[in-house]
């Protein structure tokens, strides 16, 4: 017996004898000394159903022994002794099941309040993605403190979770919970579970499964979402890639058809612009193929990184040197600080990445304009910018012109593919880094090439 | 001269569009975009026009819904877009006709020969139009094969008029249902199937290898008499 208990007991015997020394000492009539005796009866009773039924019969006694005459006598037949005794036990025994009932409903409600938090818990594990044995282990760890239970074994599906932390010792004489995909194994406590007890671990072991089952068709869902959304993408491609080869294709097939034409009017200057749009053209639609190519590896996964360490103005001027074919050389104005640490990096595709920035810039300046290449450096990373005299990009297309075949609106004379911003961004992706455009101080555009410094492999 | 408005914004295809149509003796103006185009058709009057779908600004179908307001010019679309329905809305939205890119250059050139023929004001129809051994005689309502009167229905008669007065047009299948049928009728091409079939039947024409009536599946109907290469 826990010392809780003797000490209500006694509370409820003190009360008692406090009570009937007041009623002594203020020389009540028995009327009254009854109505008192009966009172402190009712607060002994507070204390629970044993200390109400002691105050009763020690109400009893001292009622009988002090009031009913004869008085410092124990008379048990007396009538009145017998009603107050009565009275004194009904008194009691009211208060005590009322008392112990609402004990009884509080803790229960508290277990629930408690098991509905449990279960708001296992819901916000199983959203995060907890993994399922984490997920098992911590579940049969809450039900052994809500429940009191010595052991308690979680499976859900194929993982299993055990709280305590033993060995898996046998099974047998375990009580069983499951619903669907959920097996709850508990030893119940010396006081076998209650009623109330039980529903609420059926109703918790529903709930879990449940709940597990709608994380697993979010998943499923969310995975067939972007599989659709790739291949929607894929499919984008295709169509983008057959509806933009097919402009410069149509451009050769005129050109050439009126060439031969016999009934075509040609002077040879006519004949001089056909032949340069069937050349020129042939050599864009090479670009886009090779382009496509390229992007379709990078989307592939098939690319792998040759890193190399370069010193970054080596890396500019090359990239200038291969844009020479293309023209207007002179325009690019290279602002490398020689004192930049080198960097290491896949050299062909970080030289792809500024050919196409350069490509880019060649096509939106304006005749006898300027571009320029800037690096700049900081401890974990650095930055390659290249500014264009052109037209700038307006706020809201500066995240679509990075999108396959979005074209800017180039007035010029020789269309991009509309694939080199893509390449650019894919590439730089690869990389770990981040490529975007600002406006340049000047006016024009500035594209800014973010990457982190790696250590030399 | 007949002159030919391009609107492309393609420096290289307009540039193509240019020398190949004056070579042929057309007057070529030039167009990048869809305002611009509005605004040269307006000032300039081409007796034609060629229209690229994808334009940067306000796209093809826009433009053609625009240029519809003040202009009845001739409407060639030129389309990357492979799909029956991209077709039909221009061809909804007031085209004429249309050609696919990569386009054959000879074969744009029939579609712009036969669209300035058939052009408003080009010419009134002749009481009688003559295809081969076939008469249709829009005075008399009748059709002769070779001079013997072929017997048609109300509505397969009133099919062969619009066809024989559009010659080369692509007619789509709305715009037959709306003008044979009436309104009510424009979604229920099954009909116009059953009646081209019959009509080709009594012409002594052949799906296979269509002289008069050409079936551009999905999309319409052509009437093709005159010249049956050009839309080989």
Known sequence: MKFSTIARYVSALALMVAATAATRLAGVDLTVAAMVLLIAVLFAALLGPGPGALAAIAGYFLYDYYYTP?????DFQHGTNIIAGVAFFVAAAIIGWVVTTITRLRARESKRAREAQLRLELLNRIDAGEEPDQLARHTALAITQLFDVRRCIVHLGEDLGAAPDT?????????????????????????????????????????????????????????????????????????????????????????????????????????????????????????MVIKT?????????????????????????????????????????????????????????????????????????PQGASITVDAASSNDSFEIRVSDEGPGVPPDERERIFEEFVRGGSRSDTPGTGLGLAIVRAHVAVHGGSVWVEDAPGGGARFVVHLPRSDPA | MNSVLVVEDDAPLRRALRVSLRARDLRVDEADTGETALTVLAERRPDLVILDLSLPGIDGNETLRRLRVFSDAPVIVLTARDRPSDKVAALDAGADDYVTKPFDIDELLARVRAALRRRPGASDHPPVLQAGALEVDLVRREARLDGRPIHLTRTELAMLEILVKNPGKLLSHEHLLREVWGPTYSTESNYLRTYVAQLRKKLGDDAATPRLILTEPGIGYRWIADDPAAYG
């Open chain 1, 293 to 365: 190519l390229d992007l379709s590896r990078i989307r592939a996964g098939g690319l792998e990184l040759e890193p190399q360490t370069v010193d970054v103005g080596d890396l500019v001027a090359a990239a200038v040197r291969r844009i020479r074919p293309l023209g207007c050389h002179d325009a690019v104005h290279l602002d490398v600080d020689p004192e930049l640490e080198p960097v290491t990096l896949d050299i062909a595709l970080m030289e792809d990445v500024l050919l196409n920035l350069l490509e880019n810039a060649l096509r939106f300046s």
């Open chain 1, 70 to 74: 004869p008085v410092h006598h124990f």
């Open chain 1, 167 to 287: 060995e898996p010792g046998p099974v047998d004489g375990l009580t069983t919970f499951a619903a669907g995909q959920v097996t709850v194994q508990i030893a119940e406590p010396r006081e076998r579970l209650s009623g109330g007890d039980r529903e609420l671990l059926e109703a918790l072991v529903v709930t879990l499964d449940g709940s597990l089952e709608q994380a697993r068709l979010r998943l499923e869902s969310e995975q067939a979402t972007i599989a659709l959304q790739l291949s929607r993408s894929r499919a984008g491609l295709v169509s983008a890639v057959s509806h933009n080869l097919r402009t410069p294709l149509a451009s050769i097939r005129a050109a050439a058809a009126t060439l031969r034409a016999p009934d075509a009017q040609l002077d040879a200057d006519d004949r001089g612009e056909l032949l340069a749009i069937m050349a020129d053209e042939s050599e864009r639609l090479e670009r």
